[in-house]
């Protein structure tokens, strides 16, 4: 079975300062793992996905995830953070046709 | 190309009602999903169909039915209505087939329908 959690639901942060979004994953397959983003009253884009090769994956709008498998983690980072990164956040882990999505994290980005 | 689209956007039902709600795609991809996203807890998948005139369960499949109309269109049923279905839905889809098993694909969502049943 597999299973994903999002270890903080709300992020609160200031323009500019550095932001990690956590995510622990359990799987007995192939990990396959996504990260998603949603703009309020919208659909999810996917942000970034780990498939295989190297652990750090940059994706779109500056983030980027470090797969670490001893940890089972794939923890979303960005160096600096927009107001317009106010969003929430979805991890996700995959097998076959079916997505396990975590509960969500919401950023709130500051002035 | 509008991507995925989805109809209603809102949709207020009472109790024993019955609705479809209606998803395309115009990006000619085989796989297509229903989700639903209640607070605190995600996205849960209902039903999905990797191809046209085939469809399977998801994780949370009861009082719902699906139709693979072709493959550009894919319905979600509530026969009749139960507060427990008040949601918000999203419908996905895919390029993947059964043959390349559809885990490692990009899904695009539609914006969604919210559905409050009183």
């Known amino acids: 079975a597999q299973s994903v959690t999002q270890l903080d639901s709300q992020v609160p942060v200031f323009e500019e300062a550095p932001v990690e979004l956590r995510c622990n994953y359990s799987?007995?397959?192939?990990?396959?793992l996504f990260w998603y983003v949603q703009y309020p009253n919208q659909g999810l884009q996917l942000l970034l996905k780990?498939?295989?090769?190297?652990?750090l994956v940059k994706g779109i709008n500056g983030f980027e995830a470090e797969f670490n498998k001893s940890q089972t983690s794939f923890h979303l980072r960005k160096p600096s953070v927009h107001i317009s990164d106010t969003a929430e956040y979805f991890c996700?882990?995959?097998?076959?046709?079916?997505?396990?999505f975590g509960a969500g994290t919401r950023l709130f980005v500051k002035a | 190309n509008a991507g995925v689209t989805q109809t209603p956007k809102f949709q207020v039902l009472k109790t024993g009602q019955s609705m479809t709600l209606q998803c395309a795609q115009d990006?000619?991809?085989?796989?297509m999903y229903w989700y639903r996203q209640d607070p605190g807890m995600g996205l849960r998948l209902i039903y999905y169909?990797?191809?046209?005139?085939?469809?399977d369960k998801g994780e949370v499949p009861n009082g719902y039915n699906v139709s693979r109309l072709n493959k550009r269109e894919f319905s979600l049923r509530l026969e009749s209505a139960a507060p427990s279905q008040t949601s918000v839905y999203f419908c996905?889809?895919?390029?993947?087939?059964?043959?390349?098993?559809?885990?490692?694909?990009?899904?695009?969502f539609g914006p969604g329908t919210r559905l409050t049943v009183l």
């Open positions: 996905a889809s895919s390029a993947a087939t059964y043959r390349t098993s559809g885990s490692t694909d990009t899904q695009y």
């Open positions: 799987s007995s397959v192939s990990v396959y």
């Open positions: 780990y498939l295989s090769g190297s652990t």
């Open positions: 996700a882990v995959r097998g076959g046709f079916k997505t396990i």
């Open positions: 990006m000619n991809h085989n796989s």
């Open positions: 169909s990797a191809s046209e005139g085939t469809t």
